[in-house]
């Protein structure tokens, strides 16, 4: 087991270093550069003739006019030696300062729904199973393909209504305005959770449809195993017997799907976001790209396909944890 | 002689999609303490669908009749009606495993990939023996080593996957054998195996059966193989036993149509320029099941208008020698 983790965290480690090349070099295809929106940004309207010597200039304040594979490294360097993700030139201070709070919290959002889809598809997947054909399962089936119908962005216009109308609940945002600004407390991350939930039913939503289908279909295939009959055979209380036999092996593609599961959920939070009124870095990312605020948007690509190669990472772990097996094919 | 398990007018329908069939009706037979009951058919003639009856391991779709009797003396010499216990709970659990054990055809297939051979062992002794953690791992690997498994204190630790097919056999048989029941059920135990092997294994049920002092009913569809281990034959066709008695008895003395085409269905090395005899046609699907007696559409010696009529009872031959043919019936024997 310790071989196979080493292994896979080094295929992390080469994933990652390729992955920093492709977001650098993404970064680098649109035409211009910073220098040239500031100047513009800056120079605009106000009559004043700009040289192609002044945007000279302002790149070399900016270290934008040094060759593309000398900041390349000066970049990666700064973020695997120092933290320092560069800097933010439109908001004229460090991207660590633009992206932080606005990373955490995409990092709970994502956390969060992950954590309502396991914990509700899994358990409900098995029940569907064990119950196949009773009337409970073909609610649940019903269920499953509304969830998969249903827009997201829907589903949370059509919660916000209700929650405003009927609850008088205030639940745009992430915080509400008497804690928006204050320090961290224990006020102020309860009153995150209970913002929190929102967005991750949302976005939970379809997984959880999703997953529940994925579960029922491989618990009703184990169940069939003559081995959970073998295992009946010999007395093993029922309980016990599904969770140790069939189940354990029925939430093998859930687990194997958890780095999509992320990958899904970073594409549909923004426009999740936008309805709920979120802030987080999606809608972040899109104006970082408009303004070839180039590190920014940098930062943020590298944290989200990191994050889909750690938990692609821990998915495997588990997967090997889960079946012994596996290992032996490594 | 000491019953063990005496099983009366056993039937057993499913629901399908085409209507409710009857795989096993009226399925009538004992084991004794210590003893084999040797249980031969075809598949599809209801071996399987009767023993899964016995641990009441039948699916949801699947009823037993309420006229059924599966009356077993357990190790404190207490009567227990198993068609009267619920299919959940503690009395059925204390059965399956503790009392009456069971073993499958497909070895690989009745372990659990993900566990150590040792973790469902061990699982299982501490089902029915009352053993801390060390001492059902010490028992564990004393029951693999009484199989003939060779170093057990490391196989115990072994996934099913890092053992041959032989082995594994053994293995499933030591788990069986590991929670100390007082009946064994075997399933077709050595049909997935070489012949080599297959030899192997049958000699060490029995040595382990003699040895245990277990009752054991031994499913197979070759009576060869019966010859080698079982005290009593049972030979089954569509649900009904058709000839039953004493081994050696049946083997020498086959007197039912089906029983005599089984024997001559066996290869034999004396006969190597003979061609082999199969039994004519096929095993008729249950929900197609002929009037009169079960065996008339393949018998030779059909008698009209008496066996696709009325199905034959049960006619006593020699000492627990019995069988289900109008050939051996008083009225059965005028007609012809």
Same mark, same amino acid.
Request: charged share 20%; proline share 5%; glycine share 8%.
């Given at each position: ?80 030696? $120092? ?48 119950? $196949? ?98 295992? $009946? ?98 | ?24 009706? +009226? ?9 084999? #009951? ?48 619920? +299919?959940? +709970? ?72 890092? %053992?041959?097919?032989? %082995? ?46 277990? +009752? ?6 070759? #009576? ?113």
């Amino acid at each position: 087991m310790l071989r196979f983790t080493f292994e896979r965290a080094l295929g992390m480690i080469v994933t990652m270093f390729f992955v920093s090349i492709m977001v650098f070099f993404i970064m680098e295809i649109p035409p211009g550069d910073y220098a040239d929106r500031y100047a513009f940004r800056k120079y605009s309207g106000t009559g004043v003739n700009v040289t192609e010597a002044d945007i000279q200039a302002i790149r070399r304040e900016l270290g934008l006019d040094k060759g593309m594979i000398f900041r390349y490294f000066d970049w990666i360097g700064g973020i695997v030696l $120092r933290g320092d993700f560069g800097q933010a030139f439109a908001f004229e201070t460090s991207v660590v300062k633009v992206i932080g709070d606005k990373a955490w919290l995409t990092l709970g959002i994502l956390f969060s729904t992950l954590l309502i889809t396991y914990i509700v598809s899994i358990p409900v997947g098995i029940y569907a199973a064990v119950r $196949r054909g009773s009337a409970a399962d073909y609610g649940l089936t019903i269920f499953s393909y509304l969830g998969l119908a249903l827009p997201n962005f829907l589903l949370a216009l059509i919660l916000l209504y209700f929650a405003n109308k009927y609850f008088d609940a205030d639940i745009g945002g992430l915080f509400s305005p008497r804690y928006a600004d204050a320090p961290w407390s224990l006020g102020k991350f309860w009153d995150l959770i209970t913002h929190l939930w929102l967005p991750a039913f949302v976005l939970a939503w379809s997984a959880v449809a999703y997953q529940i289908q994925t579960v029922r279909a491989t618990m009703s295939d184990e169940l069939n195993k003559l081995s959970v009959t073998a295992a $009946r055979a010999r007395g093993v209380p029922e309980a016990k017997l599904l969770i140790k036999y069939p189940a354990r092996l029925a939430i093998n593609p859930v687990v194997s799907t958890i780095g999509f599961d992320v990958n899904r959920i970073f594409s549909e939070l923004p426009i999740v976001a936008v309805v709920l009124g979120l802030t987080e870095l999606g809608e972040l990312l899109l104006r970082a790209y408009l303004d070839l605020d180039m590190y920014v948007a940098g930062a943020i690509l590298l944290l989200l396909t990191a994050m889909i190669v750690i938990m692609n990472f821990v998915s495997d772990l588990l997967l090997a944890w889960l079946d012994p097996r596996i290992k032996l094919g490594a | 002689m000491d019953t063990l398990l005496s099983v009366e007018n056993l039937s057993v329908s499913f629901k399908t999609d085409e209507g409710v069939i009857t795989p096993v009706q +009226g399925v009538s037979f004992t084991v004794a303490r210590g003893k084999t #009951l040797g249980l031969v058919g075809e598949s599809g003639s209801g071996k399987s669908v009767s023993t899964k009856a016995l641990m009441r391991l039948l699916p949801g779709s699947a009823t037993i009749a309420p006229e059924a009797k599966m009356h077993y003396l357990d190790k404190h010499d207490k009567l227990i009606e198993i068609e009267k216990l619920k +299919g959940k +709970g503690a009395p059925i659990r204390a059965l399956r495993g503790g009392e009456i054990g069971m073993i499958f055809q497909e070895p690989m297939a009745s372990f659990s990939p993900v566990y150590t051979i040792g973790n469902q062992m061990i699982e299982a002794i501490r089902l029915h023996k009352k053993l801390g953690k060390r001492e059902a791992r010490a028992h564990a690997i004393e029951m693999l080593d009484k199989v003939g498994i060779s170093n057990p204190q490391a196989r115990v630790d072994q996934y099913p996957h890092e %053992m041959s097919g032989g %082995m594994r056999q053994r293995a499933m048989i030591a788990l069986a054998l590991s929670a100390g029941p007082a009946l064994l059920i075997a399933d077709e135990p050595t049909t997935a195996l070489d012949v080599t092997i297959q030899a192997q294994v049958l000699e060490l049920m029995s040595d382990l059966q003699k040895d245990l002092g277990m +009752g054991m009913i031994f499913i197979t569809h070759d #009576l060869g193989v019966i010859a080698q281990i079982a005290d009593e034959v049972a030979v089954m066709y569509l649900g009904t036993i058709v000839e039953r008695g004493p081994t050696r008895d049946v083997i020498h003395n086959p007197a039912h149509p089906y029983t005599v085409g089984l024997l001559e269905a066996i290869p034999s090395l004396d006969r190597l320029d003979e061609r082999l005899k199969p039994v004519p046609g096929d095993i008729p699907s249950p929900n197609e099941r002929p009037q009169g007696c079960p065996f008339q559409t393949r018998c030779q010696h059909v008698v009209d208008g008496l066996c696709n009529q009325t199905a034959p009872l049960e006619t006593p031959l020699a000492a627990g020698h019995s069988v289900r043919c109008w050939l051996h019936d008083e009225k059965g024997k005028s007609a012809a």
